[in-house]
């Protein structure tokens, strides 16, 4: 029976109206039940000396029992004051502080909702986290409940269960600590962008404390004609027992947005950008329009907006998790973590489909090469018209023992515990009812344009995972220099998958075309999970280390949609969901070493690692689907992050990643176009910089802050494919690029401080993200500002 506490048919029904008003719907709010370290008080300076450093010690999961400079792993944290100084709102801008992170914008006419990320080569969108419990939502993550963000790399099914072969991120929310502050803020910037917060933490008696965040914003996009975001957000908390063996941690977050989504831009004339149509002549010098010669095509202004005027994106998500904790003794504690939380999207978007149409005979079918029409002004974008909703829920408990204990000379620091786990998924299907959407003036859209109705068919899918799983890790101290550590991961995971689709003449030839066909498919299997490390320290401050960890993903393992088929002739991974497959499997191998300098002020680390993702999905020379694929991923990764002297502060990170696919789909020849190819979506090189200094001046009271940094990322494959010249549609690479931003701040009372930033201080003109089919992309933000009004007392 189905776990559902808003019915299907409530869901259903609010679809209906879908072409007409933009419905309300929740975001997701899952979350994550395992222990975060206690909440620190913000940034503050004493003398011009910095008491809270970009640098931490500790991450949040109390499954890492060891500071991070003797974890066996790279991690990386960002911690809000770093955040607050870049006025960084979402978790994709704080994850420009983190190299080897790229981003992706959807499925052809689709844009991807959310947060679409790629770490080290591989999509890592279905393995987001908050407060290490699995976060699926569609929205947008705002960092305004968000303590820190943790970018843990690397294969880690034995910390999370299912995962991606890149790693995890896990946002910690903010909860009481046993003082009193009131902070806020208030922004304006670019594209009249608004934005209120406030942070409020009250002390109630010796051992409790109250905190309540909120957030409003509204306004639009730099740089993207009218595109919207308007959102508004409350997450209060309770904490009881504070100081005490007993500690009662109660937190809730809801977060409402209402926006206008965005289909992205045409990518015609962008460098890199491939049209046989437009080009003249293919590889093999044959014609490919009547005049057999290149036609150069402008491109398109970076702030078309290619939707309409209905369109619109509505989430909400809410979630409330219960944290109990209570010392048995010294050095071994208990922890049990309850969640429910809950979104929903629905969504009507308008967006560029395939290439623009610039002659008559835009497939070149017809019996004369195509005529390439004289004026540009007439050339059209076909777009794609669609409506969605989705419904997410999970349910979990957690129970987690840590302790520290020693048997004989040996210490021992283990925790183990169990979880269970409930989510699920509901999307019913959309159509275009009637005529399919008009296309548009290539070079000047018309937001007014008639727009295709669109409503329900009938089709949905209804899926659910039910996850029981227990675990332990345990670090050993053989002595002061050598330590060992290990962790293992044993879970049993069903999913099933309640759908309906429709029936076709090729399919189902004794049916009605447009029966409904209904389904139900299930799966199950055990997954075992592992990690081991060894670690030399050949000072207090050091360590060496080498590791080796593995991570599952089962079919349907992000949406829990089972799929009975086993073949098709889409793209390679069009049957992921096949319970028929395999779980892929990754593995990932490490040597680094970790360093806290200056009296720990400031740590240095340096990792090698290869990580390989096995059983990936590939097509046969007979078109069938096999599970022969393997991708692998070699690198280099350096870090330094924490205070260099007095006032000054840097987080610096460079990433070196040599991709590969080492088994890719067969042609019908038995050759491969992918084997040997880079993995798409992955820069060999990039490095993010971030540095603030606290300069004094005579003439002011207080020293004068400031700050700047630089994104770097290196040119990156749009596909996987071993001869990437003959790619002859879309953009086939997207170029490097080179990122400068800038930000001053100054105190002007101790409770009043001012701030100003400049993001994209160059005004670089670059491709942040592309499409699948390389045909569509988003440009990032052209040169703007934030100015921010922060207080506290």
Known sequence: MKF??????????????????????????????????????????????????????????????????????????????????????????????????????????????????????????????????????????DLFNVEQVEIVKGPAGAD???????????????????????????????????RVTADINQKVGEHSAVRLNVIGQDGGVAGRDFIERQQWGIAPSLALGLGTATRITLFSQHIQQNNTPDGGVSAIGISGYRNLILEGRDANGNATNSTGTPVIAQTVDSDNFYGLDDDFEDIRANMFTARIEHDLRPGLTVRNTSRYGDSDQARILTAPL?????????????PMLPVVRADPNTWTQGRNRQASYRDNQILTNQTNLTAAFKTGAIEHSLTSGVEFIYESQFTPTYAVVGAAQTPANLYNPNRTDAAATLAPNGAFSDGDTTTAAIYAFDTIKLSEKVQLNGGLRVERYKTATDSASLSTAAANPTLPVGTLIPAHIEDSENLLSYKVGALYKPRPEGSIYVAYANSLRPPSGDNFTLSAATTAAGAPNANINSPALDPQEATNIELGTKWDLLGGKLAVTAALFKSENKNDLARAADDSIIQYGKREVEGLELG???QITTGWQASVGYTYQ????????????????????????????????????????????????????????????????????????????????????????????????????????????????????????????????????????
Not at 75 to 88: F, H, L, P, T
Not at 162 to 172: E, F, K
Not at 354 to 366: I, L, M, N
Request: no cysteine; hydrophobic share 35%.
């Open 640 to 642: 330094l992050v924490g």
């Open 354 to 366: 395939q290439a623009p149409v610039v002659s008559d005979d835009p497939d070149g079918t017809g």
């Open 4 to 141: 559902r506490l808003k019915p299907i048919a409530a869901a259903v029904l609010a679809l209906h109206a879908l072409p007409g008003t933009a419905q309300e719907t929740q975001p997701v709010a899952e979350s994550t039940a395992a222990e975060q370290p206690a909440t620190q008080l913000p940034a503050v300076k004493v003398q011009d000396e910095v008491i809270q450093e970009y640098k931490v010690d500790r991450i949040s999961s109390p499954k890492f029992t060891q500071p991070l400079v003797n974890t066996t792993q790279t991690i990386s944290v960002v911690k809000k004051e770093v955040m607050a100084e870049q006025g960084a709102l979402s978790l994709s801008d704080a994850l420009r502080n983190t190299p080897g992170i790229t981003f992706q914008a959807g499925e052809n006419g689709n844009s991807t909702s959310g947060d679409a990320i790629f770490l080290r080569g591989f999509d890592t969108q279905g393995s987001i986290f908050l407060d290490n419990i699995r976060d699926l939502g569609p929205a947008v993550r």
């Open 160 to 194: 999370n269960g299912r995962g991606a072969a890149s790693g995890y991120i896990n946002l910690v929310s903010k909860t009481p600590f046993a003082d009193d502050l009131v902070s806020g803020t208030a922004s304006y910037g670019s594209a009249d962008r608004r």
């Open 658 to 793: 040599d991709t590969k696919v080492s088994e890719g789909s067969l042609a019908t020849d038995g050759t491969s176009t992918q084997t040997g190819a880079a993995i798409n979506f992955s820069p060999k090189n990039s490095a993010t910089v971030w540095t603030t200094y606290d300069l004094p001046l005579p003439m002011l009271p207080r020293p004068l802050t400031l700050g700047g940094g630089l994104r770097y990322v290196d040119s990156q494959a749009r596909t996987v494919n071993n001869n990437l010249a003959g790619v002859t549609s879309g953009i086939v690479e997207v170029k490097s690029y080179t990122v400068f931003d800038a930000m001053a701040s100054y105190e002007v009372t101790q409770n009043l401080g001012v701030q100003f930033n400049i993001y994209n201080l160059a005004d670089e003109d670059y491709v942040a993200s592309v499409n699948n089919s390389g045909q569509r992309y988003f440009p990032d933000i052209p040169r703007s500002f934030l100015v921010t009004l922060n207080a506290k007392f």
